[in-house]
């Protein structure tokens, strides 16, 4: 039947899509010791900053905000 068919679809269709929208931005910095930059994410509409990117001994990794 059609009717089943387009919900069978619309289903699938909406199991492929995210629950919502996932932004990053790097920003690039002039090294600081092993300090190389900072990124910030957008979940949905809600930002987080200041991510921090560092190029360590076994490679790069990023270390969450923290605000003092």
């Known amino acids: 039947n059609n009717t089943e ?4 679809r619309e289903q699938a269709q909406q199991e492929t899509q995210p629950a919502f929208k996932l932004e990053v931005t790097v920003r690039p910095i ?3 010791g092993k ?17 921090r990117i560092f190029d360590g001994e ?11």
């Open 30 to 32: 002039e090294p600081r």
């Open 5 to 8: 068919a387009a919900i069978r």
């Open 35 to 51: 300090l190389i930059g900072f990124a910030s994410v957008n979940f949905g509409g809600v930002i987080v900053d200041d991510f």
């Open 58 to 68: 076994k490679g790069m990794f990023v270390a969450n905000p923290s605000k003092a």
